[in-house]
Every structure is written in C-alpha cells, then in structure tokens.
C-alpha cells in the first residue's frame, strides 16, 4: 500500500501546474505560524519533472532529493515484495 501512496503522489505532484499557487496544505500555517518547512516542495518536485532544475531549486532545494528517495523507497518496496512472491511460490512447490 505504501508504494501505492508514493507513487501516486508523485504522479499529482508530477502533473500538477507548478505555476499555480492557491491553498496551502501546511499544517504550521494553519496553526498560524508563517513558517512551513516544507513550503515550495510540491513545486519544486513539478519543476524537477518538467526538467527545470533551477525554478526547481528556488521552490524548494529538497524538491529533487524527495524524488530521488520516495523513487528509491518505492523499487525497495517492489523488489521485495518480488522476492517475497518467488519465496512463496518455492514454498509451494516444495510443500
């Protein structure tokens, strides 16, 4: 399920117009305070996918990194998820 999540946030983040900029998810600026750190990632990861690199890193320097890491996080997830179906599927062969 994890991946699944991943990877369909990736996929929005992906498509959506990075020049866009309506409502805030951050939490911090619903709890009133002006500060979000993670403020700009969402477009900076848009701007990464279009291959602008450098409004990517004006929007947020982690833009890039978060798809590097939530890419890497989904293929573990894959291979194990394979190894544990050829595990499975020894198992019944094999009683």
Known sequence: MEWVVFS?????????????????????EFAGIDFCPG????????????GDFSSAMKANMAGPAAIL?????????????????KHQQRKDNHG
Request: aromatic content about 12%; charged content about 10%; proline content about 2%.
């Open 69 to 85: 890491i939530l890419s890497l996080r989904i293929l573990h997830i894959w291979q194990t998820l394979y190894n544990q179906s």
């Open 39 to 50: 403020e700009g990632l969402g477009h900076s990861i848009a701007y990464t996918f279009r």
């Open 8 to 28: 369909i946030g990736l996929i929005l983040l992906g498509i959506m117009n990075p020049e866009n900029f309506g409502t805030s998810l951050c939490l911090f």
